[in-house]
């Protein structure tokens, strides 16, 4: 119970907070949908993707660790599930971001072993679902520039902290060892995660502009939609006169 | 082809993400982060416990016996993007690959692919 007196980076669920069997119950559930993620993935990702696959996995890592302040004493932290989901698609964006929530776990001890399942599930199959609906929801209405682009991707990480931090709430509600009531749980939880959701939508939004900016073509969240004139970048002939 | 800009940005991502972990990190803010925050406000941050390999060399993002704390926290950030860029890339890769598989193995029906 020395958690405070630790410069803290990120904490996610402890061991403790949750208990056994609803953990356990977690940890099947987070392997379904793993085995869904995994599945789903070698049907969306090719020769293509996969390396952005890989370099979304360290980037959330890294943004991970920087943790930005909210409020008076209370930092947050990127999730990263909408932005990879954006980036890389559902599925791949999930898987993403339980790699970084298993080698957090794993090698820095940052949240509980037996919290591994809730971790997954919370911020990364939650986040990648919740923030790739919003997304292709907002496209779809909005349509594709870099400015619209932008506000989605804005809106979609803004939208999954807090249904993020609800899945936490239900966990709690479920198994929780403590004895604070969930109302006032969840009055907490999601007051302060919508701020953290602010940061995570700016997070979200300048990553997905950047590379929209230079490969918009990379962006899977709008693959299958953009307008004519962007599609050039992506192709053979005019490539090489292209310099990127 | 494109495949060339492709690598200069996964190039490019991974410097600032090292740069980010190793280096940008020790200025981030280290006030406890929005659950550990409602745990101690509400009060059920006492029913968490130490993690099981909490006694890690690694635990808590710092490298064991390194005393300043900036090159602790650096070098496990750095360790950190190693660990998993080598998983990462390693996953994303097979699963990227066997999709091309899949695919030449129905036939040479889609030649633009």
């Given at each position: 119970?020395?958690?405070?007196?630790?410069?803290?980076?990120?904490?996610?669920?402890?061991?403790?907070?949750?208990?056994?069997?609803?953990?356990?119950?977690?940890?099947?559930?987070?392997?379904?949908?793993?085995?869904?993620?995994?599945?789903?993935?070698?049907?969306?990702?090719?020769?293509?993707?996969?390396?952005?696959?890989?370099?979304?996995?360290?980037?959330?890592?890294?943004?991970?660790?920087?943790?930005f302040?909210v409020?008076?004493?209370?930092?947050g932290?990127?999730?990263?599930?909408?932005?990879?989901?954006?980036?890389?698609?559902?599925?791949?964006?999930?898987?993403?971001?339980?790699?970084?929530?298993?080698?957090?776990?794993?090698?820095?001890?940052?949240?509980?072993?037996?919290?591994?399942?809730?971790?997954?599930?919370?911020?990364?199959?939650?986040?990648?679902?919740?923030?790739?609906?919003?997304?292709?929801?907002?496209?779809?209405?909005?349509?594709?520039?870099?400015?619209?682009?932008?506000?989605?991707?804005f809106l979609?990480g803004l939208v999954?902290v807090p249904?993020?931090?609800?899945?936490?709430?239900?966990?709690?509600?479920?198994?929780?060892?403590?004895?604070?009531?969930?109302?006032?749980?969840?009055?907490?939880?999601?007051?302060?995660h919508i701020l953290i959701g602010i940061g995570e939508g700016v997070i979200t939004a300048?990553?997905?502009?950047?590379?929209?900016?230079?490969?918009?073509?990379?962006?899977?969240?709008?693959?299958?939609?953009?307008?004519?004139?962007?599609?050039?970048?992506?192709?053979?002939?005019?490539?090489?006169?292209?310099?990127? | 082809?494109?495949?060339?800009?492709?690598?200069?940005?996964?190039?490019?991502?991974?410097?600032?993400?090292?740069?980010?972990?190793?280096?940008?990190?020790?200025?981030?803010?280290?006030?406890?982060?929005?659950?550990?925050?409602?745990?101690?406000?509400?009060?059920?941050?006492?029913?968490?416990?130490?993690?099981?390999?909490?006694?890690?060399?690694?635990?808590?993002?710092?490298?064991?016996?390194?005393?300043?704390?900036?090159?602790?926290?650096?070098?496990?950030?750095?360790?950190?993007?190693?660990?998993?860029?080598?998983?990462?890339?390693?996953?994303?890769?097979?699963?990227?690959?066997?999709?091309?598989?899949?695919?030449?193995?129905?036939?040479?029906?889609?030649?633009?692919?």
């Open positions: 119970m020395q958690i405070q007196s630790v410069q803290v980076h990120t904490m996610h669920i402890p061991d403790g907070f949750i208990n056994a069997p609803t953990s356990a119950v977690a940890g099947v559930i987070a392997v379904i949908g793993i085995a869904i993620c995994l599945n789903g993935a070698r049907k969306q990702l090719d020769e293509k993707t996969a390396p952005l696959a890989g370099l979304v996995a360290v980037f959330i890592f890294a943004m991970q660790m920087l943790n302040p409020a008076l004493g209370t930092s932290h990127l999730l990263g599930g909408a932005l990879a989901a954006i980036l890389i698609g559902p599925y791949a964006g999930a898987l993403a971001v339980s790699v970084v929530i298993l080698v957090q776990g794993l090698l820095f001890a940052d949240g509980g072993l037996s919290a591994l399942g809730l971790n997954i599930i919370n911020m990364g199959l939650v986040t990648a679902v919740v923030g790739w609906f919003v997304f292709r929801g907002l496209v779809k209405v909005i349509g594709v520039s870099r400015p619209k682009v932008m506000a989605a991707a979609a999954s249904v993020s931090s609800l899945a936490f709430v239900l966990e709690y509600a479920i198994g929780g060892t403590g004895t604070v009531p969930v109302s006032t749980v969840t009055v907490a939880m999601v007051g302060v300048l990553t997905v502009g950047a590379v929209f900016l230079v490969r918009p073509d990379l962006v899977y969240g709008v693959h299958d939609r953009l307008p004519k004139q962007l599609l050039v970048t992506s192709n053979p002939v005019t490539t090489s006169a292209n310099g990127s | 082809m494109s495949k060339k800009g492709l690598w200069v940005l996964v190039g490019v991502g991974l410097v600032v993400s090292l740069f980010l972990a190793g280096f940008v990190s020790f200025y981030a803010n280290s006030e406890p982060d929005g659950l550990v925050k409602v745990a101690e406000d509400q009060g059920f941050l006492a029913t968490a416990q130490d993690s099981a390999n909490a006694t890690l060399p690694t635990a808590d993002y710092g490298i064991a016996g390194v005393d300043s704390e900036r090159l602790s926290g650096g070098l496990a950030g750095v360790l950190g993007v190693v660990v998993i860029a080598v998983i990462g890339f390693g996953l994303f890769w097979l699963l990227g690959r066997s999709k091309k598989a899949t695919a030449e193995k129905q036939g040479v029906d889609q030649e633009s692919a």
